[in-house]
């Protein structure tokens, strides 16, 4: 049997913060890392669009909104300490027609309320910065940046193992009992008995509380993004990030023409709903989890009250020229042709019986356990302060 203080389950960029943190913080404790893919960062982290959130968005006083400000600032100071290449390249919201300008307007006020920098653009302002975007205003948003958070999470994961940490890869965990001294869990690789777990689990968050004992009041609905590569135009297309003013209902910011760090370009993510948690094909599906999304009241009662966007999004998803169209409206000169296949990710959505998408943060805590329950965008650009977060909650100091 191993013994450990601490486990973490889940080596994706929010259990390998959570590990480098308590590593930190308490130098001598055994500390493990249970990945049941053979590498870390496979899933949401790998698969994301590399934006690093200034933290424009999100409602101000909410977990997002602090731990978004905090985090932008903490990647880019993890980006310098360890040589990884970032770049604040700056974000364009670009309005593109009347209806769009309340919304805008309203987007500046909660970032000017989030405390992050943020300027209004006329049309002809926003055109002077990029001349091959169409706007008739824009926010300009100078914090945000892009980087490859799978190359964070590596780092993350070789730092933590410098400083004594072990990473388990290859062992799923199906199972946990808490006693009062501490939670028995029950591995592919055997039995493991810790003083504390902590699961950042992503996609399979519900499950891991559920096979623990947690009451369990959301279900994770997989939303996968698809992406295009883009092909044809040069290097100095747009040299910020563009990206629409979002539908203020629904948590998705929209299909957004992003720089890549290695160059380039790509278009998306789409949200479209998935039939896999862990599948990135658009015939992915998996039985299970298929049934896991249909059996919950919340799904219906989401779908009812969002059957138009989602409609909208399977139909962009299958169509490449409606697809195309979203990116039209702000980059006209991008073409069908243009649009190469990239990799899809898969978004993991905590949504409430009631068929609320749960928009904030969620923990779960029990004596000795502690689950992060929703960790959707921006907790890539979150994860450091989201784990000094979990370390307070553990050592007490929180
Ligand atoms: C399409 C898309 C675009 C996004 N864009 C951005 C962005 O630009 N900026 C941003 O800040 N955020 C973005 N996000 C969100 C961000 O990627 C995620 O919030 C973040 O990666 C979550 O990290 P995580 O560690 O919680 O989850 P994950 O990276 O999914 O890691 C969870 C890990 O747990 C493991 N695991 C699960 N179950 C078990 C088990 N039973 N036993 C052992 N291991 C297990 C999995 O294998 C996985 O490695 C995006 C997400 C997607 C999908």
């Not at 978004?68 to 360890?82: D, L, M, N, S, Y």
């Not at 002077?128 to 300009?140: F, G, Y």
């Not at 629409?244 to 957004?256: A, K, Q, T």
Request: glycine share 10%; charged share 20%; hydrophobic share 45%.
């Amino acid at each position: 049997m191993i013994t450990a203080d601490l486990v973490i389950v889940g080596g994706g960029i929010v259990g390998l913060a959570t590990g480098q943190e308590m590593q930190r913080r308490q130098p001598g404790a055994k500390v493990l890392i249970v990945e049941k893919e053979q590498t870390v960062a496979l899933h949401q982290t790998g698969r994301n669009s590399g934006v690093i959130h200034a933290g424009v968005y999100y409602p101000p006083n909410s977990l997002k909104a602090r731990f978004c400000r905090e985090g932008a600032a903490a990647t880019r100071a993890f980006c310098v300490a360890h040589g990884l290449a970032h770049d604040t390249c700056g974000k364009l919201i670009v309005a593109t027609d009347e209806d769009e300008v309340p919304r805008m307007e309203a987007l500046f006020q909660r970032a000017q309320a989030n405390g992050i920098a943020i300027e209004r653009l006329s049309g002809a302002e926003a055109r002077a910065r990029e001349p091959a975007i169409a706007a008739i205003a824009a926010l300009w948003s100078p914090a945000t940046g892009i980087v490859d958070y799978a190359q964070v999470a590596r780092t993350m994961a070789q730092l933590f193992a410098d400083q004594g940490g072990q990473v388990m890869l290859g062992a799923r965990v199906l199972s946990g009992h808490e006693s009062a001294s501490g939670v028995q869990l029950h591995t592919t690789s055997g039995a493991i008995s810790a003083a504390k777990v902590v699961v950042c689990a992503g996609l399979q968050a519900d499950r891991m509380a559920r096979a623990m004992g947690l009451p369990v009041d959301f279900r994770i609905i997989p939303f996968r993004g698809e992406y295009f590569r883009l092909l044809n135009q040069p290097e100095d297309l747009v040299k910020s990030l563009i990206y629409p003013v979002p539908d203020s209902e629904r948590p998705f910011l929209g299909v957004h023409l992003t720089r890549k760090m290695g160059g380039g370009f790509t278009v998306g993510p789409n949200a479209v709903l998935a039939g896999k948690r862990e599948g990135y094909a658009k015939t992915d599906v998996s039985a299970r989890d298929l049934a896991d999304s249909l059996s919950w009241p919340g799904f219906w009662k989401m779908l009812a009250r969002n059957a138009r966007p989602a409609a909208g999004e399977l139909a962009a998803s299958a169509l490449r020229g409606l697809y195309l169209k979203k990116v039209q409206r702000y980059c006209p000169q991008i073409r069908a042709d243009d649009l190469a296949p990239y990799r899809a990710g898969v978004r993991a959505q905590a949504v409430a019986r009631n068929g609320r998408l749960i928009d904030d943060f969620l923990f779960l805590e029990s004596d000795h356990m502690l689950h992060v329950c929703n960790a959707p965008s921006p907790a890539a650009t979150a994860a450091m302060p989201i784990a000094a977060h979990i370390a307070d909650r553990l050592l007490g100091q929180g």
